[in-house]
């Protein structure tokens, strides 16, 4: 044996020495801490069986009650928050039938939908991928396809059950030998959920695919629903509101229902909110896989995000037409339940936006759920931004919003100009012989009466900057970044308007962007207004950038190519509306209106000008209005596309219509 050989072996025998040595420790170690387990386990048991754990029974409970009930007043910021919203519950809570099995079609209206003719003839192919289904779920599930209103479907089962769950089979078999638009197939081992899914789909043969959980429920008339917008509005993905709940109960033991926005694509960028019930023609495939193994946990934000960047004509039906069943183990139940599904989200998101042509960005998990994200996108370059800020007198009002951008803002390449409008103060006249001084900052002139459009387009034509924010002197900034928040939007192609979220003094919402329609006048109105800041909004929405029909004038960031191709802001809206007015054209010429929560700011709102409730206001903004409603009646009598039919028109709270 050579001396480098024996020098070899000497090492690897002191390593294995040292790893015994390791082992030995670790299972004394936790021989201790089984021990150290189990006596705290039997000090636990003697604990609860005494007499003085049994009496503070309803201590404890107490106590729960009171912690649940602080941690809610935190979460809605107040007592007047967190009975708002037991308010909203208790409008949900009565609406809730009419949306599940009381609004089944009743007989006389199964047969007019199975007796419709439509202009087109198509298969709907459902393909659901089992493993070990419950044998009542598997039956719920089955039979709620067989209930359809249209008759010409397939549903097409893959079943990848272990032997312990043999009876999956012996059902799907039993169904199918009654039903031959019941197709099964046994296979070999489990794939997984994507697998499994394609495998389903080699069993299709209809021109529609539509996915379906192998433990939830459809509507008996989603099918029909479907096929009316395919035949009157050539669809080509289609998806309906939905609903969870509770595993073993029936469709009316409802925990959550969700309804949904029509075509967000900032929206399911975010956050999968398209989810069930997804049915798209097959030729969107393009010979692709359905679903990737990549992603399995988050296969269908997958799909879903590359289906409808194909589409042509993707449409929302607005009812709750599929009931999603939440029970252990389930993700409609709890996402740690799989939590792969996290890294797969971010994973599908990130392939998404590459192939868009995006680089460089991040995708964030936010406080409202793992996978409602905040992407922060490249800010391309180094574009000029210019601030306009309308003022007459408030020099005060005017201070506080200049030095917040002076001292706040991170973003370096901006200019601010001041439209001054007849102050009448010497203060202001100081205020403004200081600004001077400051390279950044331009003061113009604006002698005319007072209309906010013109002074606002007045001061555009002297912006030199790239993108131009509109911005009111009663603001104050929050986010340092908030810049760069807007811009990374406006700089987009697809992109019009972008705006901010406000608070008033009292940390509530002031605006969080805009719904047509809302409000007493039925013009437009601010979602989750007076809101605390704090809370996650309607299904996570406070959490993370949508695309929304319009938002505030107050905080407005866009092209200055757009401002100017569009004419700016409508003179003939003096104060109010104007900034709904410019969104509006902009969503009209095929542009986004995006409101993003990560840019806040301050609102000391009606601080220069008075509220709109009382005399003068009152009777300008009653003409404004009814200017408005002359001007976009189609717009507002099709109902907002970023809201939802269901939700009330009367409250910003996302509660049901009533």
């Not at 031959?180 to 695919?209: D, Q």
């Not at 469709?251 to 949904?260: Q, R």
């Not at 449409?315 to 069943?325: Q, T």
């Not at 308007?497 to 605006?511: E, M, N, R």
Request: aromatic share 12%.
């Amino acid at each position: 044996m050579t001396g480098s050989s024996a020098n070899t072996e000497e090492y690897y025998k002191e390593k294995l020495a040292e790893q015994k040595r390791r082992v030995l420790e670790l299972e004394r170690n936790t021989k201790r801490t089984r021990e150290r387990a189990d006596a705290l386990e039997n000090e636990l048991k003697v604990l609860k069986e005494g007499r003085a754990w049994q009496l503070s029974a309803p201590m404890r409970e107490l106590y729960h009650r009171y912690a649940n009930f602080v941690k809610k007043v935190k979460r809605y910021g107040s007592l007047r928050g967190v009975l708002k919203k037991l308010k909203s519950k208790l409008i949900e809570r009565r609406v809730r039938l009419k949306h599940g099995s009381k609004g089944f079609p009743d007989a006389d209206r199964i047969s007019l939908e199975r007796n419709t003719k439509f202009s087109k003839k198509i298969k709907f192919s459902i393909l659901t991928p089992l493993y070990n289904t419950p044998e009542k779920y598997l039956k719920e599930m089955i039979e709620s396809v067989q209930n359809q209103t249209y008759v010409n479907w397939e549903l097409c089962l893959a079943d990848g059950s272990d032997d312990e769950h043999s009876y999956v089979g012996d059902i799907c078999r039993e169904y199918g030998d009654s039903d031959s638009r019941v197709v099964y197939r046994k296979l070999p081992c489990n794939k997984g959920i994507s697998e499994n899914t394609n495998e389903c789909l080699k069993l299709a043969t209809g021109e529609y695919i539509g996915l379906f959980d192998h433990d939830d429920i459809l509507h008996p008339s989603v099918l029909y629903e479907y096929m009316k917008r395919i035949c009157d509005e050539d669809a080509d993905y289609l998806y309906c509101d939905e609903t969870t709940f509770k595993g073993d109960g029936t469709i009316d033991n409802m925990i959550t229902m969700h309804f949904k926005p029509d075509f967000a694509i900032d929206n399911l960028r975010a956050n999968n909110y398209i989810c069930h019930f997804s049915v798209f023609k097959r030729e969107l495939l393009d010979g692709t896989e359905l679903f990737r193994s990549e992603f399995d946990g988050s296969q269908d934000h997958d799909m879903i995000l590359r289906l409808t960047a194909r589409a042509k004509r993707i449409v929302h039906v607005p009812k709750l037409l599929y009931y999603w069943r939440s029970h252990k183990g389930s993700t409609a139940s709890d996402i740690s339940a799989k939590s792969y599904a996290i890294d797969a989200a971010k994973g599908a998101v990130a392939d998404h936006l590459t192939k868009a042509g995006f680089k460089n960005f991040e995708i964030i998990s936010t406080r409202a759920f793992e996978t409602i994200f905040r992407i922060k996108y490249e800010i391309l370059g180094n574009p000029k931004v210019s601030i306009l800020i309308p003022n007459k007198d408030h020099t005060e009002d005017l201070k506080r919003a200049v030095t917040s951008i002076l001292e706040k803002s991170t973003y370096d390449n901006y200019e601010i100009i001041i439209i001054e409008n007849n102050s009448e103060t010497a203060e202001i006249e100081e205020y403004y012989s200081v600004l001077e001084n400051d390279p950044r900052i331009r003061i113009v002139r604006y002698e005319g009466e007072f209309n906010f459009s013109k002074i606002c387009n007045v001061g555009e034509e002297y912006a030199t900057g790239e993108h131009i924010i509109l911005l009111n002197n009663d603001t104050e900034v929050i986010t340092v970044n908030w810049i760069e928040e807007l811009l990374m939007y406006s700089q987009r192609e697809d992109v019009g308007a972008v705006g901010a979220k406000l608070y008033y003094p009292d940390d509530t919402i002031q605006h969080a962007g805009i719904v047509i329609g809302l409000g007493a006048h039925r013009t437009a109105g601010h979602t989750h207004y007076r809101d605390a800041r704090t809370i996650l909004g309607y299904m996570g929405r406070l959490c993370y950038a949508q695309d929304v029909s319009a938002v505030t004038g107050a905080c407005l960031m866009v092209k200055k190519s757009l401002y100017e191709e569009f004419y700016g802001l409508d003179e003939n809206f003096e104060v109010s509306l104007n900034d709904v007015d410019f969104c509006l054209t902009l969503l009209q010429a095929g542009y986004l209106n995006v409101f993003t929560p990560f840019a806040e700011l301050y609102h000391y709102e009606s601080v220069s000008r008075g509220t709109d409730e009382d005399g003068e206001n009152a009777a300008r903004y009653d003409r404004e209005a009814r200017q408005f409603k002359k001007k976009w009646k189609e717009f507002i009598d099709a109902g907002d596309p970023y809201y939802n039919p269901n939700l009330s028109l009367d409250r910003s709270d996302f509660s049901l219509r009533y």
